[in-house]
Structure formats: C-alpha cells, structure tokens
C-alpha cells in the first residue's frame, strides 16, 4: 500500500481507499455533514492546515483556528468566510513553540467549550536554521512535536467525554512525514538535543517526524487498552507545494541533504 502511495503521486493513481494524489479534499469530504462535529486544526492559516479548515468549515464543522497572532488569525477567518459564507470559524491565540503559550490555549479552551471530536496536529517548521524555543529547547522538536504532545495531553480528557457523551468517535491525527524514515531514534537523547554544534537541519526535522508517530502509535495503544473510543493517526501528507519549505529552497546545505 505505501509503495502503491509513492508510485501514485505523479500520476493521480488510485489506492484502496479508492482516492489518489488527485483527490482533493473536497472529494474526499463530499457528502459528509459534519454540523455535529468541532475541530482543531493547528497550522490552519496557511498550507494544509488552512485547506482542511475550510473543507470542514464548509461540511458544517465548528473549526478552531489557533494562531500565533490574533491578527493573523482573523485575516484567515476573514478568508475564508468568503469563501464559505456558513462557515463557524473561531481564532484563539497559540504558539506551539511555547509551552506556557499551549497550557493557555487549552485552558482556554476547555473552560470555554463543551466538546472536541477531532485534533489535527498539522502545525509544523522544516529545516530551519539552527533555534532554542522560548523554553530553551530545539525549535523544531519544539514545535512539531512537544508542543503537540502537550497540547493532546491537555486535551484527552475533553475528548474521551466528548465521544462518551455524544457516541462519536473522536480522532486524533498527527501530520507526520516519510522523512521519519532519515532518523536513528538518537536526535531523542535530550544532552544532545540542543547541541548546536551537532545540529543537521533536515536530521532534525526527521527526529520529529519520528517522534509524531511514536505518539500517534503510542496513543492508539494506550486507547484500544482503555477501551475508549477515540482513535489516534499519523500520516505522510504527500509532496505539496507550501511554504513549510520556506527554509530549504535558500539553504543549497540542507537541499544536498535532502536529495542524497
């Protein structure tokens, strides 16, 4: 199946789910009512993350938008409210990179809505220069996967209720990428983690990748163990044209990396 994925790409070809490179998800969306559903999407001001917004917002789905900003957070609403006129959109303010930024986002959160059915960690940074977070830690790992981490751990309460409550199954999923595939498991070693020295861009961006599914895995096991009904993913998204590769169409460095 994953090999049928990768030959698929440049020709649209089709997998057992029955959609391919060429779906959209609109397509993949079509006849589904999600009015009963509410959704997090993070990185949802732009690439992906905006796209998967504005096909839930337009299958009736009450969609959160955090953003770093509330200004950039509402010039998306803005956006696409025009183009789904219905669309029940929210901005609160979050920066993934920042812990203390994610415990106030979902503080906020919680005390402030009732349920949550579906968790798109989507948010992401690839291949960047060498950066601490504000909580001293490797920007990369820091915000593709602790703040992630952090902020479903905050969270699971909410949506085991949720799908207890409504008999919805609640869905976790984690934006992952077959880059995993370039990590040793080694970039975990927290003594190394942060030593600039050692630092290899794209490497880094692989350990968390890596680390996205190992949550993701770890979760699905740890909710079949409990018996509730929530179910957690991770996923290659494919190669699209965002601006996540902002980093490595400058870097001629991390490119060499990249393609050998």
Not at 78 to 107: I, Q, T, W
Not at 170 to 188: E, P
Not at 207 to 231: M, P
């Amino acid at each position: 199946a994953t090999a049928m994925g990768i030959w698929g790409w440049p020709w649209g070809r089709r997998g057992l789910s029955g959609f391919g490179s060429a779906s959209t998800a609109e397509d993949i969306a079509a006849g589904i009512d999600a009015s009963h559903l509410t959704a997090i999407v993070t990185g949802a001001t732009n690439g992906i993350g905006k796209e998967t917004a504005r096909v839930l917002a337009l299958r009736g789905a009450n969609v959160i938008i955090p953003a770093r900003t509330l200004e950039s957070g509402m010039k998306v609403k803005e956006s696409l409210a025009e183009e789904v006129p219905s669309s029940k959109l929210h901005v609160m303010e979050m920066d993934l990179s920042s812990l203390d930024s994610v415990r106030s986002f979902a503080g906020s959160f919680n005390s402030s809505h009732k349920h949550l059915n579906v968790l798109i960690n989507n948010a992401g940074i690839m291949a960047c220069p060498f950066q601490l977070s504000k909580d001293g830690i490797e920007l990369q790992f820091a915000t593709n996967h602790l703040g992630h981490f952090l902020l479903t751990n905050l969270l699971l309460d909410k949506m085991k209720s949720t799908a207890k409550e409504t008999g919805v199954q609640g869905r976790i999923v984690n934006l992952a990428s077959t880059a995993h595939r370039r990590s040793d498991g080694k970039g975990f070693d927290l003594n190394k983690l942060n030593n600039e020295s050692k630092y290899n861009a794209f490497s880094a961006y692989s350990h968390s990748k890596l680390a996205n599914i190992l949550h993701a895995n770890e979760l699905s096991r740890r909710f079949q163990e409990e018996g509730c009904d929530l179910t957690a993913n991770s996923l290659h998204p494919g190669i699209i044209g965002t601006n996540i590769v902002r980093y490595i169409t400058t870097n001629s460095n991390i490119t060499e990396n990249i393609t050998h």
